[in-house]
């Protein structure tokens, strides 16, 4: 398995942002805006299993080890322009191999107003990888959040969360 440089990802995900907008139709004043994984909250802490991995915050975003049979929320502010419209979303996460941990429902929020009804999604194994989410319609948000809900089975498990971007529109 090669292993690529850092400015090698940056290009790809520039080209594959262009491939996404060109695909999507998203207008050409759209620009992305990104959180790092770091920035997520824990809506439970309690659910943190720190008896297998006490570290939550890493330099590359959040590595959330779940307790086994447990449900939990992580929210992430995303940096937004105010009055702008958001329409889609590229989330980059990962499972641990090992871990039965898996993100079911995605919900997105401008301020205290939440802009879709929980979005059911399937988002397991260890190479979930870039995840494009279209909310069907265009928002207008004041202030965007994410929050992914996470389900854990018998043996508990760790999440990857990397970035979580937004195109939004003025």
């Known amino acids: 398995m090669k292993i690529v440089s850092g ?10 942002t262009l491939l996404l907008c060109f695909l999507l139709h998203i207008p050409a004043n759209a620009e992305w805006y990104c ?34 049979n ?13 009055l702008a419209t958001v329409q889609y979303l590229i989330i980059n996460l990962n499972a641990v191999l090992g871990g039965d941990i898996y993100v ?6 401008s301020g205290d ?6 979005i059911t999604v399937n988002w397991s194994g260890d190479n979930i990888g870039w995840q494009l989410l279209d909310l069907g319609a265009p928002y207008l948000v004041s202030s965007l959040s994410i929050s992914l809900r996470t389900q854990t089975g018998d043996f508990g498990g760790m ?9 939004l529109v003025k």
């Open 7 to 16: 400015k090698t990802q940056a290009l790809s995900f520039f080209f594959v």
């Open 35 to 68: 959180a790092q994984g770091s920035s997520g909250q824990l809506n439970d802490p309690s659910q943190h299993n720190t008896t297998v991995e006490p570290k939550l915050y890493y330099a590359w975003g959040i590595g959330y080890q779940q307790k086994p």
């Open 70 to 82: 447990a449900t939990n929320w992580i929210i992430f502010p995303v940096p937004s322009i105010a």
């Open 104 to 109: 079911d429902r995605v919900a997105v929020w």
């Open 113 to 118: 107003a939440k802009l879709v009804s929980d």
């Open 159 to 167: 999440l990857k969360v990397y970035s979580l971007c937004a195109d």
